[in-house]
């Protein structure tokens, strides 16, 4: 089983910074990808990065720019660092863990950005 636990996020202004953490503990196979996802309310849940066991990383075209990926794999852990943020941005952000076998999601933390 893996145990999964979301942090960061809150209330930030418009042209603000935060950065959200979110850990997996357990027996995690590899290799892996660790995701961030959002969903604002009344829409559907989209993706907004990836980063892969070897590093190679990706991120949204909405996000492109002003969010990054990193994650420590000793750690099992995987960031977002967001910047230049919008109230667009404003949404409940999940993390994922896919596995060859498996995917696990974090709880949700909630984002609001204030114009």
């Known amino acids: 089983q893996v145990q999964v636990v979301q942090s960061g996020g809150g209330l930030v202004q418009a042209g603000g910074s935060l950065r959200l953490s979110c850990a997996f503990s357990?027996?995690?196979?590899?290799?892996?990808?660790m995701n961030w996802f959002r969903q604002a309310p009344g829409k559907q849940r989209e993706f907004i990065a990836t980063v892969t066991s070897g590093g190679s990383a990706n991120v949204a075209d909405a996000v492109k720019g002003r969010f990054t990926i990193s994650r420590d794999n000793a750690k099992n852990t995987v960031y977002l660092q967001m910047n230049s943020l919008k109230p667009e941005d404003t949404a409940v952000y999940y993390c994922?863990?896919?596995?060859?076998?498996?995917?696990?999601w974090g709880q949700g933390t909630q984002v609001t950005v204030s114009s």
């Open positions: 357990g027996h995690i196979f590899s290799p892996n990808t």
């Open positions: 994922k863990l896919e596995t060859t076998y498996n995917s696990y």
